[in-house]
Structures are given as C-alpha cells and as structure tokens.
T-cell receptor, first 114, second 115 residues
Framework: SQQGEEDPQALSIQEGENATMNCSYKTSINNLQWYRQNSGRGLVHLIL?????REKHSGRLRVTLDTSKKSSSLLITASRAADTASYFCATFEGYGGATNKLIFGTGTLLAVQP | ETGVTQTPRHLVMGMTNKKSLKCEQHLGHNAMYWYKQSAKKPLELMFVYSLEERVENNSVPSRFSPECPNSSHLFLHLHTLQPEDSALYLC??????????????FGQGTRLTVV
C-alpha cells in the first residue's frame, strides 16, 4: 500500500537555489526516511528522522517532521547540478515484530539547471 | 557501492521463459526486500524476509517466487511473466525489522523487459 505522497511531483530550479520537497503520510510511523535515486539506479539513503524528532540536518540537507500534520519536508540548500535526481520519502510502519515494513512515496523529480 | 549486488543488471525474457534474479548483501543484515518500480508508479513492496523467513507477501502473483536460502542471498524466480511485469526490480537490505531505526541499502536493480 502506498503511504507517502511527495509534493511537488517535479521541480526545476537553477543552480545555487534552494529546493524544498514535501511528503505527507497517512498512518502512525516509527520513523521517516528520505532517499535519492538517480535515473534507473538504486536508491541511496539520505537521512532518517525519528517520530520524536522535529528537525534534522545533514550537510546541505534539512529535514523537518510534523507528526500532528503527518508531513515532512526536505530542504536542499545551494543546489548543484549533481543534485538532479528523484527524491523519495519512506515511512517505517510498525513498532516491532514481523509486520514492519518500509513504504515509499511517489517521489519528486528534481532538475537543477546549471 | 552500497554492499548490495544485484544480477543481472538487464534482462529480456519471453513470456514462456523461466529466469531468476539474484541479490547478495555483504553487510551482515538480517532483513531483505524485493521492490518493483514501474514507470510513473511508486515503489511497490513485494516481499520481505527476516532471518531467512518470509514475513510479508504483498499480494504478489504466483508467477513471482522468492527464495532466501541464507541471510546474505535473495532470489526472485520468474516464470510465465506478462509484458506489464516489465519494470526495475530492486533488492534492499536492512539491519533488522524489529525497530526500523536503520536505513535500507539498495542494489542497482535489474531492468526487466518481458517481450
């Protein structure tokens, strides 16, 4: 079942600008993760934020989580052409046991123009 | 290099063929996953294995048959597929399922085309 939905579906910006992507989800979560995928390749983990955290930073990435609104945002500052990729949020459902699973959203396609 | 290796990278098969996708992880993880990624659709979770035991089967047609002989290897056996099964098949692993406070590591995927 699909859990997260990213917004916007596609985003085109100039190098140096900031890019913001949003993710909404439906059920209670243990944590929320953001991944990046270059065209036709595997996904690469970027950052994980736990349900009791509100904000997290990693290099040029900033992630926020609002559990009351069931939403998260990913901010990439000072974007580079190499940031061009699809970005996915993923939520981990379950709190132990065999039914835990990582569910991905629909993704945002980011294009950074040089 | 993520520590998860998938082979082959590309596969073209007829609808009557039988083939297998292979995934191997060198990370010492206990959980492994198969995902299907079709054009303009979200990643679909197909199967989850934890400690070599299948714990999730997301209503996947029986023409897809997973196998996990040990915690480092995961296979997806394919037979009598349909053209709509053409997609990128991604394997992933994570430390465990119990807490979920770990990231998933993905292979590069197998691009499958059914003709």
């Amino acid at each position: 079942s699909q859990q997260g939905e990213e917004d916007p579906q596609a985003l085109s910006i100039q190098e140096g600008e900031n890019a913001t992507m949003n993710c909404s989800y439906k059920t209670s979560i243990n944590n929320l993760q953001w991944y990046r995928q270059n065209s036709g390749r595997g996904l690469v983990h970027l950052i994980l934020i736990r349900s009791n955290e509100r904000e997290k930073h990693s290099g040029r990435l900033r992630v926020t989580l609002d559990t009351s609104k069931k939403s998260s945002s990913l901010l990439i500052t000072a974007s580079r052409a190499a940031d061009t990729a699809s970005y996915f949020c993923a939520t981990f459902e379950g709190y132990g046991g065999a039914t835990n699973k990582l569910i991905f959203g629909t993704g945002t396609l980011l294009a950074v123009q040089p | 290099e993520t520590g998860v290796t998938q082979t082959p990278r590309h596969l073209v098969m007829g609808m009557t063929n039988k083939k297998s996708l292979k995934c191997e992880q060198h990370l010492g993880h206990n959980a492994m996953y198969w995902y299907k990624q079709s054009a303009k659709k979200p990643l679909e979770l197909m199967f989850v294995y934890s400690l070599e035991e299948r714990v999730e089967n997301n209503s996947v047609p029986s023409r897809f048959s997973p196998e996990c002989p040990n915690s480092s290897h995961l296979f997806l056996h394919l037979h009598t597929l349909q053209p709509e099964d053409s997609a990128l098949y991604l394997c992933a692993s994570s430390q465990d399922l119990a807490t979920g406070n770990t990231e998933a590591f993905f292979g590069q995927g197998t691009r499958l085309t059914v003709v």
